[in-house]
């Protein structure tokens, strides 16, 4: 079983809309969590990263948030535009694994116009 | 700074042939990392680099895939005899040490005919 799961898998969206990417993970004690963004044809890019401490973190129109208690967070993308579209992947950093990185599958967002 | 570049972008084998994929990661960074990305799924881990020191390989299938990381620099990710299933992007990334943040490289889509 993944050790981080994501949801929804993709979404489509219009453009000027927001939206929520969630993210569970069972993955503890971590060290970070942090949010990649990943164009088609690239590697993944880092948006955010929090770490156990944090509960909300902000890069421009992305917003993270994180519930240490429950093991969640999302991700928030406010008046989404087209160059928005990607996939979102959560990754978590593992403490007791010298910092190994376990990473979710991704969720694909597309904004139309 | 020069990001994580790697080489080539893109590869088309036939199976049974052997392939080499090679990474230059940013510089004065110690941790090196090859993950392997198939369609629609997050990266999974194959190889973690400390300087030259392989320091998790565990799932890096031994039979066909081999890494090396002479000089603690560059890295290159081979596999012999490529099979159809191997075909993906992989992707190299690297982090300074104590630091959890890694940057990646753009991948190198592997189709395997």
């Known amino acids: 079983k993944n050790q981080v799961e994501q949801s929804p898998q993709s979404l489509i969206i219009l453009e000027g809309k927001n939206c929520t990417l969630q993210c569970n993970y069972t993955v503890s004690p971590f060290s970070n969590l942090r949010w990649y963004k990943q164009d088609t044809g690239r590697g993944p890019v880092s948006l955010t990263i929090m770490t156990f401490s944090e509960n909300t973190k902000s890069n421009g129109r992305y917003t993270a948030t994180l519930d240490a208690d429950t093991k969640q967070s999302s991700l928030h993308i406010t008046a989404s535009q087209l160059s928005d579209s990607a996939s979102y992947i959560c990754v978590v950093s593992l403490k007791a694994a010298g910092n190994k990185l376990t990473f979710g599958g991704g969720t694909r967002v597309l904004v139309k116009p | 700074e020069a990001g994580v570049v790697q080489s080539p972008r893109y590869k088309i084998i036939e199976k049974k042939q052997p392939v080499a994929f090679w990474c230059n990661p940013i510089?004065?960074?110690?941790?090196l990392y090859w993950y392997l990305q198939n369609l629609g799924q997050g990266p999974e881990l194959l190889i973690r680099?400390?300087?030259?020191?392989?320091?998790?390989d565990s799932q890096l299938p031994k039979d066909r895939f081999s890494a090396e990381r002479l000089k603690g620099v560059d890295s290159t990710l081979k596999i012999q005899p490529a099979e159809l299933g191997d075909s993906a992007v992989y992707l190299c990334?690297?982090?300074?040490?104590?630091?959890?943040?890694?940057?990646f490289g753009q991948g190198t889509r592997l189709t395997v005919v």
């Open positions: 510089s004065g960074h110690n941790t």
């Open positions: 990334a690297s982090s300074s040490q104590g630091d959890t943040e890694a940057f």
């Open positions: 680099y400390e300087n030259e020191e392989a320091v998790d």
